[in-house]
């Protein structure tokens, strides 16, 4: 799976919560100062060219969704962040944000009982 610049996962984030918009609609949910129109729709069609999204016409125009689900590209970020900073290691990754976030232990407590859950 292909990483995305900032721009295109600002997009992305919208369609994920919204599921199906057209590029309007899309704009409407992005925080101040707003892109332009043509700015929104180029980072669309590009993403549609990546495999992220794809559309249905609607009348004059097209309403865009997501191909890949948000927890899918998470998991591929995660583990890219993990192998590019931390050697691999979640470990050390986790030590790293305990260490430089002060962690509350009650944040600990419930990863722990997450990872207790999966296991």
Same mark, same amino acid.
């Given at each position: ?14 369609l ?22 043509n ?11 990546k ?12 309403? @865009? $969704? ?7 590209? !998470? ?6 962040? &993990? =192998?590019? @900073? $931390? ?7 986790? !030590? ?6 002060? &962690? =509350? ?15």
């Amino acid at each position: 799976m292909k990483q995305l610049t900032k721009a295109e996962e600002e997009i992305m984030q919208a369609l994920w919560q919204l599921q199906m918009a057209n590029v309007k609609t899309i704009i409407d949910t992005l925080p101040e100062p707003k892109p332009a129109y043509n700015t929104v729709s180029t980072i669309v069609r590009i993403l549609e060219s990546k495999g992220f999204v794809d559309y249905e016409k609607r009348g004059k125009g097209h309403v @865009y $969704f997501p191909l890949v689900a948000k927890e899918s590209y !998470s998991n591929q970020s995660i583990n890219k962040l &993990v =192998d590019n @900073y $931390f050697q691999g290691s979640f470990q050390s990754m986790v !030590s790293f944000f305990v260490k430089k976030n002060d &962690v =509350d232990i009650k944040d600990i407590e419930t990863l722990l009982n997450e990872i207790n859950k999966n296991n």
